[in-house]
């Protein structure tokens, strides 16, 4: 069945990096664009970033601290976070862009000095 393994999330302070590492199984990985999600207490998840083939996009949140990237070749998503704020605290998920369902464990962030 599908799955998602999300990691390397953790603390960090303001202006910090983290890169977070997505494995997923179960599906034809290289068929889809893939996305990165986030969802903070209280509030609505949200796409943070998606990338396709040769293609990438992201929330204007985060354009220009974050960078997403894929290897098809081991079926893994990253998402490398720079610059990071106290706003980008959150549980981080990564999904195929657009579907609702299968969603993994996800990985925490949180953003604080």
């Known amino acids: 069945q599908v799955q998602f393994a999300e990691s390397g999330g953790g603390l960090a302070q303001p202006g910090g990096s983290l890169r977070l590492s997505c494995k997923a199984s179960?599906?034809?990985?290289?068929?889809?664009?893939m996305a990165w999600y986030r969802q903070a207490p209280g509030k609505q998840r949200e796409l943070v970033a998606s990338?396709?083939?040769?293609?990438?996009t992201y929330a204007d949140s985060v354009k220009g601290r974050f960078t997403i990237s894929r290897d098809n070749a081991k079926n893994l998503v990253y998402l490398q976070m720079n610059n990071l704020k106290p706003e980008d605290t959150a549980q981080y998920y990564c999904?195929?862009?657009?579907?609702?369902?299968?969603w993994g464990q996800g990985t925490q962030v949180t953003v604080s000095s």
């Open positions: 999904n195929r862009r657009g579907y609702n369902s299968d």
């Open positions: 179960g599906f034809i990985f290289g068929a889809y664009y």
């Open positions: 990338v396709g083939r040769n293609s990438t």
